[in-house]
């Protein structure tokens, strides 16, 4: 368990705040500033006893303020006065403040522990399981802990472990997870950092040991994400001001804008595909049926390895975290011999039929970016195949989406099969219509709509006539299906892959 933070007076939140330029108007008499702030949250509903409460959110409604003190806490910070009689920090910047304070009230974990924090469009996910997957191999070598891990997926904190509800946790969360790290001996984290979390503060004010940038595309624009490309891109490119190591790919697009941005950290190191400039790059690249196998070359070592996987793109994710895992001084025997063994939930999964006339793949690529990527490397990779796709698009958000998977299924797939995928607020069929739409801009004519997602998988299996890849992408591992406000339960594609797969074997 870990151990409460010592309780501190309120000045010395006060102080924090004024430190971060944001106190507008602070408590007046030095009795008040003196008040033991024994906890301190954003939540009503974790209040106890000496608490500083935080009124977080455009949707913050006085009677919070009102439970939180009736619940024990004895003074707020927020962005104006609620009337209400406990001690007031008004602040200009309420997201910051919560950074500030929960930073400060768990003692900032992230200066006694190696964090690798990974962004960009697409691959943080499965960079962050490639990592923390070799990291724990160096580990388990040494009789060390395994690294942290916080995701899409799933968190690892050394104490507790659990399905994420957020990419990267808001800003109390994070830093109480970070401790439990910290306390449970845990010395590295490995973890996604979202360009939400970085717009809105949730790692202000965190060292990283290293922060490496993936790529960089158009997503997350939205009314309740992004409004546009630059301010995505921008906050993303916040992460390099943490960093002690920048790691930039070479290969992506605004390369000069991200290098730029990576000067604020001490040291940079750059991989790439093919550019021997780089630090870390491929000498040689062959398909294999393990996975792809690459010379690589690192400023300590030039190796052949053995990536499972069977597309290019995630070559570029395993020299990322090549790169991640120098700067945190891991060996090159460590990196050979734990590639060898790699896998990640919901990512690149591969599911072959008995006869191997059916290769089964689940991913969560689930923009138009992502898709076009996944189906042109496997076009690449399999000239000989039929690529069949089944996928949807999610429903309330990113809605460009549904336009650019069209457009990428359309142009690059054999057969296409549209579902249901996180339909959310909206009807499906609603979705599926635009995706058709796209579609039908490309030309392509072999499509149907098949709004049950586990009747599209076994129909996408059994409608096979000659050896294909067939792809079901979207949702990953997700163990939900969003309708409503509802994460209604889901047995992953995986499971429904599989069993299709069986079916065809036995030709039922």
Not at 285 to 292: A, I, Q, V, Y
Request: proline share 5%; net charge negative; glycine share 6%.
């Amino acid at each position: 368990m870990s151990t409460p933070p010592t309780s501190r007076p309120l000045t010395y939140y006060l102080q924090v705040l004024a430190a971060a330029g944001i106190v507008e108007e602070a408590p007046a008499t030095e009795l008040t500033q003196r008040l033991p702030i024994a906890f301190a949250t954003d939540d009503s509903r974790q209040v106890q006893a000496d608490t500083l409460f935080v009124c977080k959110g455009a949707q913050f409604k006085r009677d919070y303020l009102l439970q939180a003190r009736e619940a024990g806490a004895i003074a707020y910070v927020a962005t104006q006065d609620y009337s209400v009689d406990i001690p007031l920090i008004r602040v200009s910047d309420i997201r910051r403040a919560l950074g500030v304070l929960a930073l400060s009230y768990y003692n900032n974990p992230s200066a006694q522990l190696k964090i690798a924090a990974f962004t960009g469009t697409k691959g943080k996910t499965t960079c962050v399981y490639y990592l923390k997957h070799v990291l724990d191999y160096a580990a388990d070598k040494h009789n060390q802990p395994p690294a942290g891990l916080f995701s899409t997926i799933e968190y690892f904190d050394g104490m507790q472990s659990g399905k994420s509800t957020l990419t990267t946790p808001e800003a109390f969360q994070l830093q109480k997870q970070l401790s439990n790290a910290r306390d449970a001996g845990l010395t590295t984290v490995v973890m996604e950092a979202s360009s939400q979390a970085l717009k809105y503060e949730r790692t202000y004010g965190m060292e990283f040991a290293v922060g490496a940038f993936t790529n960089i595309g158009e997503d997350h624009i939205s009314p309740q994400e992004h409004p546009d490309f630059e301010d995505y891109f921008a906050s993303k490119l916040k992460l390099f001001a943490q960093c002690k190591t920048a790691v930039v790919n070479l290969d992506m697009k605004h390369v000069e804008r991200v290098l730029d941005a990576a000067g604020a950290s001490s040291q940079l190191i750059s991989y790439s595909l093919s550019n021997p400039k780089a630090d870390v790059y491929v000498e040689k690249l062959s398909n294999t049926h393990e996975g792809m196998r690459a010379r690589v070359h690192t400023p300590s070592f030039t190796r052949d390895m053995l990536i499972a996987t069977p597309v290019v793109f995630n070559v570029s994710n395993a020299l990322a975290t090549i790169a991640c895992a120098l700067a945190l001084g891991l060996g090159e025997a460590e990196l050979v011999h734990a590639f060898e063994t790699l896998r990640v939930p919901g990512r690149m999964e591969l599911y072959p039929s008995a006869d191997g006339r059916i290769l089964g793949l689940v991913d969560y690529a689930h923009n138009g970016m992502s898709l076009s990527t996944l189906l042109s490397d496997l076009r690449n990779n399999y000239p000989d195949r039929e690529l069949a796709v089944v996928f949807g698009a999610t429903g309330g958000k990113g809605l460009d989406r549904r336009t650019t998977m069209g457009h990428a299924a359309g142009k690059l797939a054999d057969r296409i099969i549209v579902t249901e995928d996180d339909p959310g607020p909206e009807d499906p069929a609603d979705i599926a219509d635009a995706i058709v739409s796209a579609i039908k801009t490309t030309g392509n004519q072999n499509y149907q709509v098949v709004l049950d997602r586990v009747d599209a998988i076994r129909r996408c299996v059994h409608e096979t006539t000659r050896p294909a890849i067939v792809i079901v992408t979207g949702k990953g591992n997700d163990n939900y299906m969003l309708r409503h406000g509802v994460h209604e339960p889901w047995i992953p594609d995986g499971v429904h892959l599989a069993q299709a797969l069986e079916e065809y074997a036995q030709g039922l």
